[in-house]
């Protein structure tokens, strides 16, 4: 039984991964004894799984990035967080609390807890470890209120516009704060929750329709249609 991979190699189509008694797992196929690569994506085994994740459509860190992340598990001094990557990112105690702590008698889960959400920055990131996050600076920290919504990460170019076009539009328009992860993930903070469903909604819009031109002035139309019946 041979493995030909390091953990989280990319790998191509084609690509030999294993060979011997393993088992194969999603985008990985089987030629005799031996499993290959069926796309683009980051090699992994779990209990004699071979599995390959997919990169199509999936968001990668970059050191300085934006991101909205959701907190997926706690430990003495960090938090462990969910950032819509193939990689969970780790963010430090220091790198959100404004003075340090003492894990010996503090419980950082008071400050933040599994389920809730943040706005980061990827502060490093070099694939041989987790991307680790900063939360301190303007405009990062803890969510408190409004919706966050997913998209494709391929379409946040077309949702924030050319030179920010669309996205200027989008806050101009529903009269709501915007702020877009390059995760692919949105917050969305309105006066009302009508104002968020909205602007949500003409998001979506811009998601399903972002290969139609013209798109920015049919948003604004939808967007004062769905004011007029509000």
Known sequence: MTIFFTPKQV?????????GDYQAGENVYRDGKRLYAS????AELKNKAVSVVSLRGRYMPKQGDLVIGNVIDVSLTSWLVDINAPYNAVLFASEFLSKPINPAKEDIRKHLDVGEMIVAKILAFDRTKDPALTAKGRGLGKIKKGIVLEVDVTRIPRIIGRKGSMIN???????????????????????TPEDEA?????????????????LTDRVRAYILQMRSKS
């Not at 796309?39 to 980051?42: C, D, E, T, V």
């Not at 989008?170 to 993930?185: A, P, S, V, Y």
């Not at 909205?198 to 013209?214: L, T, Y």
Request: charge should be positive; hydrophobic fraction near 45%; glycine fraction near 14%.
């Open 169 to 191: 539009m989008l806050k101009k328009e529903t009269g709501c704060q915007i702020t877009i992860g390059q995760n692919g993930r949105i917050w969305i903070r309105g006066k």
């Open 198 to 214: 909205i602007a949500a909604n003409a998001i979506k819009k811009i998601e399903r329709e972002a290969h139609i031109s013209g």
């Open 39 to 42: 796309a683009i994506g980051l």
């Open 11 to 19: 790998v191509a189509p084609g690509d030999l991964l294993a060979e």
